[in-house]
């Protein structure tokens, strides 16, 4: 009989990961470093319920650091289709190795090597992907071109540096670049000022005929709501046409919600999605789905819902937080939160932010239940950018 697994439940943190047009098309998974064998605690995180179905349509891209220990029973259950194994260039030299991801390759999982492989190393293993750190220097020519991809390009850090490593031959990034935007995409000063006029209508909960009269003159704001509300996630009998339709169908309390969220969806100059909307829209979700892990009530969740997807404004807007609060009625507790990480919802907020076992520990979260909570946000964030 096998001892019982006494290892902590794992935590892990998702990178999105994106194609040329912002749109999320994988999440990788980095695990913390108390997880040990980080395949083991990848598969016991594979364990809960509906996981795949929760990151759909999203692959998966997992830590495979000892392919050397991989056996093909493990991956038993997991979707061939949804899940890319990653791993070390260094160790695709060594011949078992090579056989044996092979045999997964051949079994219909996808190989990711992360690094670059010596001669033909990477075909042996039946890679068809390379992920390398891009930040920079690019890759040879060769290795990009000797394997069909898509190839990751990791690190980086601007929405330039992208164009560069797409020219150069690969198709999916990862990196903190929407925390990073061109100065051209936080828009003008009259953009801003409307934007801020409409989240300080937000705030104090304004009449709607006012909201309707800003809105008329956004239009692209106006497109994104009737777009919305008009998207699969309402599946209408008929379409909405009108500010007031949308009202109804929505309620006051979701109008809030999705036109905070509809701010970060703003069209760009080059027709992008832009990058911190699913970003907006994780940290609203989990921050509520947290809230409520600990027994806050309606309202309370409602706050911390705010405090996440307001906690990327200063990045949208190309201002600082404190100029932004100064404009807009919002709760002392969201205000502390934004600031200053003070507070509940501040700690909440820095937990969602940097999330580690002490932190979680001096919230009275355990790690199973952030767990569940940051799945639930990831399919919401998910399904949102599906459907604005």
Not at 27 to 56: H, I, K, M, Y
Not at 163 to 187: I, M, N, V
Not at 250 to 255: E, F, I, Y
Not at 274 to 288: F, G, N, Q, S
């Amino acid at each position: 009989m096998s001892a019982p697994d006494t290892s902590p439940f794992p935590l892990v943190e998702f990178q999105a990961v994106s194609n040329a047009r912002n749109e999320w098309v994988a999440l990788a998974f980095e695990l913390s470093a108390d997880a040990g064998d980080a395949f083991q605690a990848t598969l016991t995180l594979f364990r809960t319920p509906d996981v795949f179905a929760a990151l759909a349509p999203l692959d998966c891209i997992i830590p495979v650091p000892d392919p050397a220990q991989l056996e093909l029973s493990q991956l038993s259950g997991l979707p061939t289709g949804r899940v890319i194994l990653r791993v070390p260039a260094a160790r695709c030299a060594e011949v078992p190795v090579q056989k044996k991801l092979a045999t997964v390759a051949d079994a219909g999982y996808r190989i990711m090597i992360e690094g670059v492989a010596a001669g033909s190393a990477a075909t042996m293993c039946g890679a068809k992907a390379l992920m390398v750190d891009a930040a920079a220097s690019l890759p040879p020519v060769l290795a990009l071109i000797a394997q069909p991809g898509p190839h990751l390009a990791t690190g980086m850090h601007s929405e330039a540096r992208i164009a560069e490593c797409a020219q150069a031959g690969f198709h999916w990034f990862s990196g903190d670049y929407a925390l990073h935007p061109s100065r051209e995409s936080a828009g003008d000063g009259t953009s801003r000022k409307r934007l801020l006029a409409l989240l300080g209508m937000l705030a104090r909960d304004a009449d709607s005929r006012e909201l309707e009269v800003l809105l008329k003159q956004d239009p692209a704001l106006s497109y994104h709501l009737l777009k919305l509300v008009n998207s699969a996630a309402f599946a209408l009998s008929s379409p909405i046409h009108s500010f007031g339709q949308a009202i109804n169908v929505l309620g006051r309390r979701q109008l809030q919600r999705w036109l905070q969220l509809l701010l970060y969806a703003r069209q760009q100059e080059d027709g992008l999605a832009h990058p911190l909307l699913p970003l907006a829209a994780v940290r609203a979700a989990h921050m509520e789905a947290l809230g409520k892990a600990l027994g806050w009530d309606r309202d309370q969740q409602d706050m911390a819902f705010v405090a996440g997807v307001f906690s990327l404004l200063d990045v949208l807007l190309g201002m600082s937080m404190t100029e932004i609060v100064a404009a807009l009625s919002l709760d002392l507790d969201v205000v502390m939160a934004l600031l200053d990480r003070g507070g509940p919802l501040g700690e909440l907020l820095s937990l969602v932010e940097h999330h580690d076992r002490v932190a979680l520990e001096r919230a009275g979260i355990g790690a199973d239940t952030y767990w569940q909570a940051q799945l639930q946000a990831y399919h919401w964030a998910i399904q949102v950018s599906r459907n604005i």
